[in-house]
C-alpha cells in the first residue's frame, strides 16, 4: 500500500500517512508502524521529495507517550511537508507542537501544520487556533494552514447523533469555515461520504477527506469531468469566466456594474474570481468568453 500511494492515476492534492487510529493502539505496533513509514519516506525518490507539499503525516496526538518520536523520526525525511495533528483543542496543544517541531527539525523550512478539530473544546477554543502563530516564527516552529473537521470524533464527544441529513452537523461545519476563511486557513471537510461533496461546496470548505486511495476517484467521478463536482460544475464556472470578462468590459466602460441573469456588481465578481482560482488549481480548463 505505501508504495502504491505515489502512484495515483488521478493523484488526491495531498497523500496522508497515518501513524494515529490506523494503527493498534500497541506501543509495539506503534513503533513497527513508525519505523515502516520512516523507511518507506527515505526510499522516496528525489524528483518525489520536490512535491513534499503533497506529503504528509498524521502523527499520534500530543497526550500520548508516541506524539514525540513520531515527529523527531517523521521530520527526518524531506519528504515530509505537513503534519496532521489529531486532537488539537487549545493554542496550548500548538504550542507543544511547536516546540517540538524547533526541537526536532533538520529543514531549513518547518512543516505546514494541519489542526484536527474532533471535540466540542476545540471549536469552543476556536477563535484561538485560528489565530495561532508559533512563538518561534513559522520556519523553526512551523505554521498552520488549514483546519480539518473529524466528524465522526466530535460526534463521539458532543454525543450528536449522526443522520443522513447532517443537520446536527451544520453549525460546526460551518463555524469551521467562517473561522479558517477569516484566517486565511483551508477548511478540510469531513470523511468520504459520496452525498457530502455538493454541500461541502456550497457551504466553502476547500478540500475533502477520504479514507481510502479506491476513494479518490469516486470523489472525483462524482460528476462528470470528474473533479468538477468539488470545484465547481462546468456551467458555475463559465458563467465566472463570463462575469470576468463583462465585468472588466464594463469598468472600461467606466460603469460598475452590469446586467447577466441579474445585476453584478464588485462582490459578485470577487465570488467569480475565487471559483476561476479553484478550478485552476484542480486542472480545469477555463473556457474563453466573448
Not at 16 to 26: A, F, G, Q
Not at 126 to 131: K, M, S
Not at 256 to 277: R, S, V, W
Request: with cysteine; aromatic share 6%; net charge neutral.
Amino acid at each position: 500500500m505505501l508504495a502504491k500511494s505515489l502512484s495515483f492515476a488521478i493523484p488526491p492534492d495531498v497523500v496522508i500517512y497515518d501513524l494515529e487510529d490506523s494503527v493498534p493502539p500497541s506501543a509495539q505496533d506503534k513503533i513497527n508502524a513508525r519505523q515502516r513509514l520512516c523507511h518507506f519516506l527515505g526510499s522516496i525518490p528525489a524528483d518525489k521529495v520536490a512535491f513534499a507539499e503533497r506529503i504528509a503525516v498524521r502523527v499520534n496526538d500530543v497526550t500520548t507517550p508516541f506524539f514525540e518520536a513520531d515527529i523527531s523520526e517523521v521530520l527526518k525525511s524531506p519528504a515530509v511537508g505537513t503534519l496532521v495533528l489529531p486532537k488539537i483543542n487549545s493554542i496550548e496543544d500548538l504550542d507543544r507542537v511547536s516546540r517540538t517541531i524547533r526541537q526536532h527539525s533538520t529543514s531549513s523550512c518547518s512543516p505546514r501544520i494541519v489542526a484536527s478539530l474532533e471535540s466540542a473544546r476545540s471549536i469552543w477554543n476556536l477563535r484561538d487556533i485560528v489565530q495561532w502563530k508559533s512563538k518561534f516564527g513559522a520556519q523553526k516552529g512551523g505554521q498552520l494552514g488549514a483546519l480539518l473537521f473529524a466528524s465522526e470524533d466530535y460526534c463521539a464527544d458532543t454525543s450528536a447523533v449522526r443522520t443522513a441529513s447532517r443537520q446536527e452537523l451544520l453549525f460546526v461545519r460551518s463555524q469551521i469555515v467562517i473561522a479558517a476563511k477569516a484566517s486565511g486557513l483551508e477548511a478540510i471537510d469531513m470523511g468520504y461520504l459520496r452525498d457530502e461533496c455538493e454541500d461541502a461546496r456550497r457551504l466553502g470548505f476547500t478540500g475533502k477527506q477520504v479514507i481510502h486511495p479506491a476513494q479518490v476517484e469516486t470523489v472525483n467521478a462524482t460528476v462528470p469531468a470528474n473533479r468538477e463536482r468539488f470545484y465547481h460544475c462546468h456551467d458555475e464556472i463559465l458563467r465566472a469566466a463570463k462575469i470576468i470578462h463583462r465585468m472588466d468590459a464594463a469598468y472600461a466602460s467606466e460603469k460598475g456594474a452590469f446586467g447577466l441573469e441579474k445585476m453584478i456588481d464588485a462582490p459578485m465578481l470577487k465570488q467569480a474570481k475565487n471559483t476561476i482560482q479553484l478550478a485552476r488549481a484542480a486542472g480545469l480548463e477555463i473556457p474563453k468568453v466573448s
